[in-house]
């Protein structure tokens, strides 16, 4: 109890110790609870009947192994305060925690785990919207890496425009094979973020199949939100999935067209 005890009041005098547990109020104002531990026989044939192999590995724990340690030591000290109330005199009142040791340590359980599960909450709050801000912009980064290349579309087929106005066959084909070319590029490009997408929705699978297996221990919103954001990450994943099968058709658009107008002119010169 000296271990967990926020102060000893170093001015008490005797065979005793005199701790001091302090709970803050809501208003800021700092409650004591002051225990005497005075021993007697009744006092001691108690504390043997005690099972005190939890309170010794809350003495024994630390920061480095226990990453709730500060926070279970609060608590013990809060429950504590509350659990004895101001209003009983010192001495007394290690006796009655002596006593009803039993239901104070399972209020102090009671405590500890309602902390215990709202942070696992907050830290799931936490994952959830890690995730997908992520998600997000690794799906955002997928159409910003083609989007310069995709540009070269339209700049090509412009470039056919030059077909007809060289009158010149090898112009002409030079100008097809270029395009051709281009074409090949940005297929590349965009097979490459088909890939790097099938990643993501590898990751993405891997982080929500991870929260999901806890769900049944979220609350009803958080659950909610789950699935709220998980329908939109795989709207967006199918809506860029179109994108990128469009994009691989219209990347070959001006070599054909170019082709078209280059065998019509080709074939017009000849006849």
Same mark, same amino acid.
């Given at each position: ?5 926020h ?14 547990? %302090? ?26 009947k ?11 724990s ?14 013990f ?5 509350e ?7 010192p ?7 002596v ?31 890690? @995730? ?27 470039? %056919? ?38 990643r ?31 329908? @939109? ?27 078209l ?6 074939? @017009?010169?000849?006849?």
């Amino acid at each position: 109890m000296s271990f967990l005890a926020h102060y000893h009041d170093e001015k008490s005098k005797g065979n005793f110790l005199r701790l001091v547990f %302090i709970r803050p109020d809501e208003i800021g104002v700092s409650k004591p609870v002051v225990l005497e531990t005075h021993l007697d026989s009744e006092i001691l044939s108690s504390v043997a009947k005690l099972n005190l192999e939890q309170m010794d590995g809350l003495c024994n724990s630390s920061e480095v192994e226990d990453s709730h340690y500060r926070e279970r030591i609060g608590i013990f000290g809060n429950t504590l305060v509350e659990f004895v109330g101001q209003q009983v005199e010192p001495r007394e009142a290690f006796a009655l925690l002596v006593k009803n040791w039993r239901k104070f340590f399972e209020s102090y359980q009671r405590n500890l785990a309602v902390y215990l599960s709202g942070f696992a909450f907050h830290k799931a709050k936490r994952e959830v919207a890690q @995730a997908e801000i992520d998600v997000s912009s690794k799906l955002s980064k997928i159409v910003g890496d083609i989007s310069g290349k995709l540009l070269s579309i339209p700049v090509s087929l412009a470039a %056919i425009v030059a077909i007809p106005r060289s009158d010149n066959v090898i112009i002409g084909a030079l100008v097809v094979i270029g395009l051709l070319l281009g074409g090949f590029i940005v297929s590349h490009v965009i097979r490459n973020q088909s890939s790097q997408l099938a990643r993501v929705v590898h990751s993405k699978e891997m982080i929500f199949s991870s929260i999901e297996g806890r769900k049944d221990v979220y609350p009803e919103d958080l659950v909610a939100d789950i699935d709220q954001i998980k329908a @939109a990450l795989d709207e967006d994943v199918e809506r860029l999935k179109s994108l990128l099968v469009i994009f691989s058709w219209l990347c070959w658009l001006p070599f054909t067209v170019a082709m078209l107008v280059h065998l019509y002119f080709c074939f @017009a010169w000849f006849c």
